[in-house]
């Protein structure tokens, strides 16, 4: 037996705080730029994207998991 639904709720505990580190360091990267520092700005940047694209892969599984069609 499937526990989809515990999955799911795994996955919003997950997505959400990825949301939370992903506004950290996006606010993080614009006070690095702000302060000349673009080097470490870019740096944090790929993390920002990186967790941005996790977020919407555990959004994706978890709606796949809600239509059976997918």
Sequence with gaps: MENTDEWANQ??????KIAEAY???????????????KQDASAIGEA????????????DIRESWADPDQ
């Design 48 to 59: 920002v994207d990186r967790l941005a694209r996790y977020g919407r892969l555990f959004q």
């Design 11 to 16: 996955l919003e505990e997950a997505e959400a």
């Design 23 to 37: 506004e950290i360091l996006s606010a993080l990267r614009q006070e690095l730029r702000d302060a000349g520092k």
